[in-house]
């Protein structure tokens, strides 16, 4: 596969470059920060977790996969709950706009450590990986460069 990423920024400022961005892809990438008072900032009904979601549906982007990161932030760090919490949160809301959270990958990340990004992490062995139910099959995973 040849993949092309663009980095579309995710504050409200740039929110132009955002919508240009996405326009051109055909799978997003939804990064939602796991720490406490971040996820709920970005959830919340002027969120721009709620924003960018609804954004890419709407610019026609079918394939998503979201990457919950910050899972070292989370108290306790890598917290199992709190990645099934988000993950809870985000598909009610994904499906109220259109994606099929079946369809879509979850992975609990840390970017800043390299958690769950390339290889699987030893930090967070709760996790037994993403799985996704599409009409063109079925695909599974544990990292989110597979679910790329």
């Known amino acids: 596969y040849y993949v092309t990423i663009i980095d579309a920024p995710g504050h409200r400022d ?6 240009t961005g996405t326009s051109q892809a055909d799978c997003a990438v939804l990064i939602v920060a796991a720490g406490t008072g971040e996820f709920e900032a970005g959830i919340s009904k002027n969120g721009q977790t709620r924003e960018h979601a609804l954004l890419a549906f709407t610019l026609g982007v ?10 070292d932030s989370t108290e306790p760090p890598y917290s199992e709950s709190r990645f099934e919490e988000i993950k809870k949160e985000v598909s009610s809301y994904i499906k109220k706009i259109g994606y099929n959270p079946a369809a879509v ?29 599409r009409k063109e ?6 990292c989110l460069i597979e679910a790329l």
């Not at 079918?62 to 899972?71: A, D």
């Not at 958690?115 to 996790?127: A, C, H, I, R, V």
């Not at 099959?137 to 544990?142: Q, R, S, Y």
């Open 137 to 142: 099959g079925k695909a599974e995973g544990k």
């Open 62 to 71: 079918k394939q998503l996969i979201v990457g919950v990161n910050k899972m």
């Open 14 to 19: 740039f929110i132009k470059n955002m919508i």
């Open 105 to 133: 990958a979850f992975v609990p990340i840390s970017g800043w450590h390299g958690d769950n990004m390339l290889e699987s992490s030893s930090k967070m062995p709760w996790f037994k990986g993403w799985n996704v139910d």
